[in-house]
């Protein structure tokens, strides 16, 4: 006896056949059913994921840059710290600006 509801093991199942239409759908009925109102639950996600792509903190990002450049060039050791001293300054100067130039005006 044989299954019919056979399970393919590790094997892609074949597509299922569309059963053809015994008349053929207008053109305009097939692009009102095509086009729906779109899914809430897309519609939120959508908005969730741009509402996170502005919240990115960059003063803080700036500030902790600017720390970490200027303790940098403090730690490393002296053999290193001459040839990076320039640039670790620069990196540190640039993120001090960075963060300078995104605060917010006192209100008042």
């Known amino acids: 006896m044989m299954m019919q509801n056979r399970r393919n093991f590790g094997r892609r199942a074949p597509p299922p056949q569309a059963a053809p239409l015994s008349h053929p759908m207008p053109v305009a ?31 803080q990002v700036h500030l902790m840059a600017t720390l970490c450049f200027g303790i940098a060039s403090f730690v490393l050791s002296a053999a290193v710290s001459t040839v990076l001293d320039g640039l670790l300054g620069a990196l540190a100067v640039m993120s001090f600006i960075a963060w300078w130039r995104g605060r917010k005006p006192p209100q008042g």
Not at 38 to 48: F, M, N, Q, S, Y
Request: proline share 10%; charged share 30%.
């Open 29 to 59: 009925v097939a692009r009102a059913a095509m086009v729906s109102e779109p899914d809430p639950v897309e519609v939120e996600l959508a908005a969730w994921k741009a509402a996170r792509r502005r919240a990115i903190p960059w003063r």
